[in-house]
């Protein structure tokens, strides 16, 4: 079972940059897709970004060039370097963790975060 912990979250200005971490418990990042998602009150969760087990990045379109996912193995931590926030941004924001090879929004996760919330105003 794999347990994943994120941090970072918080509220920022507009053109703001925030950093959000994710630690899993176990080894997991060289096995496992890593994909960030974030949800607002009301709305279906929406796919953020996702990093293949070789490190291969996919993006959604509306955080393309902004965001950056990345991840360190050795210290099982993911990450989504979030620059040029703007208020369509705030969101809780969650991690999760399929495994496998394939990794894209379109693949259910089975583990998941219990989510750090960023607020952009």
């Known amino acids: 079972h794999v347990q994943l912990v994120e941090s970072g979250g918080g509220s920022v200005q507009v053109g703001g940059s925030l950093k959000l971490s994710c630690e899993a418990s176990s080894y997991t990042y060289n096995r496992y897709c890593m994909s960030w998602f974030r949800q607002t009150p009301g709305s279906e969760r929406e796919w953020v970004a996702a990093?293949?087990?070789?490190?291969?990045?996919t993006y959604a379109d509306t955080v393309k060039g902004r965001f950056t996912i990345s991840k360190d193995n050795a210290k099982n931590t993911l990450y989504l370097q979030m620059n040029s926030l703007g208020p369509e941004d705030t969101a809780m924001y969650y991690c999760?963790?399929?495994?496998?090879?394939?990794?894209?929004?379109?693949?259910?996760?089975?583990?998941w975060g219990q989510g750090t919330q960023v607020t952009v105003s």
């Open positions: 990093i293949a087990r070789d490190g291969t990045p």
């Open positions: 999760a963790a399929r495994l496998g090879s394939l990794c894209g929004y379109w693949l259910t996760f089975r583990y």
